[in-house]
């Protein structure tokens, strides 16, 4: 498998997705993982599903415990939720993993169960969806606690002319817009040496609002490659000639997503993240895209919820709620999978604090 091959096969689908592209894979190939492929056709030799794998090789305990693990982000893809082909698919899956003698296998397909809220008037739920979860079930696949993508997202509808687009949005976000724009706000593509920075707003981010990132290297390695393939781009939001946020956005196919989002504590009554997305939004539409994907939203849409603020935000700039079936686990070895989901989440987070105490570092030494 080539890249141009693989790609191509990633863009027949209605739905493809960036995560399941050559890039991602090489980029994870660069950070401990092996990427592989499988492809499901029909007797036509026509492609009705595929999954970019990723496995590797993880130890534990000073190397007494070894544990393989095999990951499709966002796969597999398919071209409609066609019953035998769904089986043949699970069924291939689980062979595989046991050949590959992994601890389990990681799935999370964007097959969406409902569009809208949960319980509102407008919701719309896929019957088809919820029939492939319960064929999960069956074929002894569990809903996985270790989500790693968003479950749950707010999609826009790039189709429309940009006055309808703004016409869609909240009242507050179209006026914080032209707030932004008003008080001096500008945005600009951002090129490859502008990557740094944009790394150390979002290293400011994290710190910030409580979450933990990689080192600087992985995201330029990610930012860059996807640049160079005109699959991304970065954005920036200056005012009085200084960064004070921005953005990456992937786009692949129709569909393009808000991936990464950063802003300082500098200027932000001047709303530079109501314009930033506008004018992500509009280039995204430029290049052809139809959907743009906001890229995340709660799991229980409810106020307690640690993503409700976001979500808010971007339910204001006139997007609609997508659910989806999340991930799922095939425990292949169960005494070893038990292991990994109990027992390393524990060892993981002493790592965690580790990495935060040494952000917490480099933001010093960069202030």
């Known amino acids: 498998m080539d890249r141009k091959t693989w790609n191509e096969i990633v863009l027949s689908f209605p739905t493809p997705h960036f995560l399941q592209t050559w890039e991602w894979g090489e980029i994870k190939e660069k950070y401990g993982w092996k990427k592989d492929f499988l492809v499901w056709k029909d007797e036509a030799g026509q492609i009705q599903a595929a999954s970019m794998l990723l496995l590797r090789c993880m130890s534990f305990l000073r190397g007494k415990v070894s544990v393989r693990i095999c990951y499709s982000p966002r796969g597999p893809l398919f071209m409609n939720l066609d019953k035998p082909i769904q089986q043949k698919v699970l069924s291939d899956l689980q062979i595989y993993a046991k050949e590959q003698k992994t601890v389990f296998l990681k799935i999370d397909p964007e097959i969406v169960t409902a569009m809208g809220m949960p319980r509102e008037l407008d919701e719309k739920i896929s019957e088809d969806a919820i029939e492939f979860q319960n ?17 749950n997202t ?39 040496n502008d990557f740094p920075l944009i790394y150390q707003m979002y290293l400011e981010t994290s710190t910030r609002d409580g979450f933990i990132i990689r080192e600087q290297e992985y995201y330029l390695d990610v930012w860059n490659l996807f640049h160079e393939q005109d699959m991304a781009r970065g954005f920036i939001a200056e005012a009085d000639g ?16 808000y991936f990464y989002g950063m802003s300082t504590n500098q200027h932000k009554e001047k709303m530079p993240n109501y314009l930033l997305q506008w004018e992500a939004m509009r280039f995204a539409k430029s290049k052809g895209c139809t959907v743009y994907d906001l890229w995340g939203a709660p799991d229980d849409f409810n106020e307690s919820d640690r993503l409700w603020n976001v979500f808010r935000f971007k339910q204001g700039l006139g997007g609609e709620v997508q ?30 604090n580790r990495r935060r105490k040494a952000m917490s570092v480099e933001m010093k030494q960069n202030s």
Do not use: C
């Open 135 to 151: 064929d999960l079930k069956r074929h002894g696949w569990i809903f996985s606690s270790d989500q790693i993508q968003f479950r």
């Open 154 to 192: 707010v999609i826009l509808n790039l189709e429309r002319p940009e006055d309808e687009m703004l016409a869609a949005m909240k009242q507050k976000t179209r006026y914080n817009i032209r707030l932004a724009q008003k008080k001096g706000v500008r945005v600009r593509i951002a090129e490859p």
């Open 242 to 257: 200084e960064a004070i946020a921005g953005l990456f956005l992937f786009y692949v196919g129709k569909r393009a997503w």
């Open 323 to 352: 659910r989806t079936i999340g991930a799922w686990d095939f425990p292949a070895r169960k005494g070893l999978y038990f292991f990994y989901q109990q027992v390393l989440p524990r060892l993981l987070s002493v790592n965690r």
